[in-house]
């Protein structure tokens, strides 16, 4: 099987840290986010990924040639020459995806984060005979999005109702789809939206069904749903594998802590943190809702919450951090400093408190 990933283009909702690395691979929960998908598709028979992307391909491609090799799967590139939109890139990888077996092939959007229930999506899809399955998952305010509404008994998509006034129904698109190649008859190769073009066409031919995904799901695209989506990712892990999430007297909750990152004494650690590898967290620290990415020192007594810190960054002794701070990589930030929702750009060293969220160029 193969699988198509919408990576588009330059990630500017989760700025500063895409000005160091395309969006899909900054870290999420200490590994690259693309890389939770790629695994994923591995574990279900998937042999061939295609990243369909319009920037920086060449810097995907050298970063996960290593993962190629390791996870025995191909990995290519689909490059946009211009924006194709969430259709477009299919046509565009037409040649890639189909190779005359008839299977079907998964197509995801990068910034989706989820437990991935890949083999029931694949018996799903060929049970019900339809030409695509996308996934749905059901949110407290679909005012804000496109609803799917559907028959509750055989999944058959009745149609899509883009923001609605009145409720019709509480399931969205949740961006990973399972389709048959017959559907790339239904495309052209010009700037196209699946949602709001392919999908319909589908539906009014009662071809297209939806199944509700299990467990957590969360578009981690910007900040604010990064550290959402990390303590659904940590809770998801508690239930399946708690194994891997630390322990002791120093951490509170769940809390995600990289081999060979060093803790200091007398630390207070959780809940909803992810440690990266090589990060130093000296003693009396206090860390709380937020990622700590590879390389990261932080200085004795400082306290971060609801933030991130980017990668081979410092925070200073006595330092304060919290409410949604992003440091870009390579940030340094001076003893006794405080950061309320500063945003700040890579390289930068910050010697004077930030007392309310701004961008720091």
Known sequence: MKALILVGGFGTRLRPLTLSFPKPLVDFANKPMILHQIEALKDVGVTEVILAINYRPEVMINFLKDFEDKLGIKITCSQETEPLGTA????????????????????????VISEYPFAELIQFHKSHGGEATIMVTKVDEPSKY?????????????????????????????????LNPSVLDHIELRPTSIEKEVFPKISAGQKLYAMVLPGFWMDVGQPKDYITGLRLYLDSLRKKAPSRLAAGPHIVGNV?????????????????????????????????????????????????????IGWHSTVGQWARIENMTILGEDVHVSDEVYSNGGVVLPHKEIKSSILKPEIVM
């Open 88 to 111: 477009g890139p299919l046509a565009l990888a037409r040649d890639k995806l189909v190779d005359g077996s008839g299977e079907p092939f998964f197509v995801l959007n990068s910034d």
């Open 146 to 178: 496109g609803v799917v509404v559907m028959d509750e008994e055989t999944g058959r998509v009745d149609r899509f109702v883009e923001k609605p006034k009145i409720f019709v129904g509480n399931k969205i698109n949740a961006g990973i789809y399972l």
């Open 256 to 308: 995600l802590v990289h081999e060979n990152a060093v803790i200091g004494e007398g630390c207070l650690i959780g809940p909803d943190v992810a440690i990266g590898p090589g990060c130093v967290i000296e003693s009396g620290v206090r860390l709380s809702r937020c990622t700590v990415m590879r390389g990261v020192r932080i200085k004795k007594h400082s306290c971060v919450s609801s933030s991130i």
